[in-house]
């Protein structure tokens, strides 16, 4: 089981820190990934994280401003998010897959979060 949280109303240029915590089997299990759904689109890939947290991925418009890391100890990943801008207005799922293969696919990814909201205004 995946709970997110952390999303909220934040203005244009600020910062968020998305947590996810997971329940069940060990964290360590799985590759932990990051998707977004904007009103009206579909689901984009955010970042992906493998299961040591030593390499990640992200999607072009969130580079070099998001950073995707986990505790494992903590049984949770984060989604640091600076320089926000309206166009990343989304509810945020964290994502678990059990591929051994690191993967942007939504598909791949057997299980997901609740979703958290997050809205920048401009």
């Known amino acids: 089981q995946l709970q997110a949280s952390g999303g909220g109303l934040v203005q244009a240029g600020a910062s968020l820190r998305l947590s996810c915590t997971a329940s069940g089997r060990a964290p360590e299990t799985y590759m932990m990934g990051w998707f977004r759904q904007a009103p009206g689109k579909e689901r984009e890939f955010v970042s992906v994280?493998?299961?040591?947290?030593?390499?990640?991925k992200y999607a072009d418009s969130v580079k070099g401003r998001f950073t995707c890391s986990r505790d494992n100890a903590k049984n949770a990943v984060y989604l640091q998010m600076n320089s926000l801008k309206p166009e990343d207005t989304a509810v945020y799922y964290c994502?678990?897959?059990?591929?051994?293969?690191?993967?942007?696919?939504?598909?791949?990814?057997?299980?997901w979060g609740q979703g958290t909201l997050v809205t920048v205004s401009s």
């Open positions: 994502a678990a897959s059990t591929s051994v293969i690191m993967t942007m696919t939504a598909e791949r990814f057997e299980y």
């Open positions: 994280i493998i299961r040591s947290g030593g390499n990640s």
